[in-house]
């Protein structure tokens, strides 16, 4: 395995690993965690977990979960299952090495009610595919694409249960009509800038199966003033509890 680093969040009560040279989870990843949390309980399904960091930030931030991750690489699930029982988390977070298209609800304990993603997100014919193959299939469409991921969501989750998902800005019109399509009917909107006056760099949105259509769009989020500092709602991301 190759070397890895590691990262302090929350204060420095949870340690995360990652490969030095290989895919490195970014902010996108931060922000879904955040923006996906429940004050409830339930089981939520990470499809595409990469080291575990949006399951045991969840995990750490809402005691009441637990948090499936699945993931496709050998090398990351490894990772993956380090970070989750170095944290302590083994009661409340479990790793699955699979193919997300080959994944039953026997695998998971039945059906789930939050299913979350950070998909690969650039067409398998767009932009250079990088030559390390773990971030290659992380940022490509190589082993899994976005309707994959949709088909998936839809065929695990409870009816009525939420599918929050981040994806480039530039992709948004393909994300919702992909949504619909596939049975997951989007129903909150957030765009995510970078600083005020920047365009959108992401979006995140929630999806409910089954339901109804009307789609709430919340008011931007901004990750960084112009010095480049975190604002604060960027900051509440790291925080111990979640602002009301």
Known sequence: MEPLTRDHFFNGNIVLKQPRSGYRFSIDAVILAHLAESSTGGTVLD???????VPIMMAYRNPGLRVIGVEIQPSLAAVARENVAANGMTERVRIIEKDMDRLVLADIGGPVDLVVSNPPYRKLNSGRINLHSQKAIAR???????????????????????FCVIYPAVRTVDLLAALRQGGLEPKRLTMIHSTPGSPARLVAVTAIKGGGPELMVDPPLYLYHEDGTYTRAALAMFSEVRES
């Open 47 to 53: 499809l595409g977990t990469g080291c575990g960091v």
């Open 140 to 162: 490509h469409e190589i082993k899994v694409d976005l309707k994959t991921v949709l088909a998936t969501a839809r065929n695990v989750l409870n009816l009525a249960g939420r």
